[in-house]
T-cell receptor
Framework: SQQGEEDPQALSIQEGENATMNCSYK?????LQWYRQNSGRGLVHLIL?????REKHSGRLRVTLDTSKKSSSLLITASRAADTASYFC???????????FGKGTKLSVIP | DGGITQSPKYLFRKEGQNVTLSCEQN?????MYWYRQDPGQGLRLIYY???????QKGDIAEGYSVSREKKESFPLTVTSAQKNPTAFYLC?????????????FGSGTRLTVV
């Protein structure tokens, strides 16, 4: 079953702009993670935020988590052409060992 | 370098044929996973294993089988019972502390039925 749903499905921005992607999920979670996938490649883990955390930073990435709304957002600041990829949120439900993925947001950064 | 190796990168299967996808990791991770990805879609869990000689079905296990005889290896067999096997298959591994670890993914195997 798909736990997370990303919004928007596709996003196109100019280099240097910020990109914001949102994710909603259905059930209580242990943690929520964001991954990047370049076309035809495997996924790369970007950042993990636990259910008791509200915000986390890693370089140009900022992730927020609102457990009352069952939603998360990923902000990429000062985007670069190399950020062009699909971005997936994924979560581990409370009491579960399975990481469940959404369908992803396809980000295009135009030089 | 530690990581996960999937082979082959591309695989072609004839109708009625079983094929096996290889996944090997040298990260000393206890847990391993197989996901299927269809075009424009997210990942769906096929099977996962938290420990050697034990594995569990995921959301779409029908037509697939796995084994976990060694900690480092988690091969996936796509059987003839899987009616629509054309997809991108991704293997992953992780520690078993659910709260602290992201997954490490291989580079995938693209399977096509010919």
């Amino acid at each position: 079953s798909q736990q997370g749903e990303e919004d928007p499905q596709a996003l196109s921005i100019q280099e240097g702009e910020n990109a914001t992607m949102n994710c909603s999920y259905k059930t209580s979670i242990n943690n929520l993670q964001w991954y990047r996938q370049n076309s035809g490649r495997g996924l790369v883990h970007l950042i993990l935020i636990r259910s008791n955390e509200r915000e986390k930073h890693s370089g140009r990435l900022r992730v927020t988590l609102d457990t009352s709304k069952k939603s998360s957002s990923l902000l990429i600041t000062a985007s670069r052409a190399a950020d062009t990829a699909s971005y997936f949120c994924a979560s581990i439900g409370a009491g579960s060992y399975q990481l469940t993925f959404g369908k992803g947001t396809k980000l295009s950064v135009i030089p | 370098d530690g990581g996960i190796t999937q082979s082959p990168k591309y695989l072609f299967r004839k109708e009625g044929q079983n094929v096996t996808l290889s996944c090997e990791q040298n990260l000393n991770h206890d847990a391993m996973y197989w996901y299927r990805q269809d075009p424009g879609q997210g990942l769906r869990l096929i099977y996962y294993s938290q420990i050697v000689n034990d594995f569990q079905k995921g959301d779409i296990a029908e037509g697939y089988s796995v084994s976990r005889e060694k900690k480092e290896s988690f091969p996936l067999t796509v059987t003839s019972a899987q009616k629509n096997p054309t997809a991108f298959y991704l293997c992953a591994s992780s520690g078993t502390d659910r709260g602290n670890y992201g997954y490490t993914f291989g580079s995938g195997t693209r399977l096509t039925v010919v």
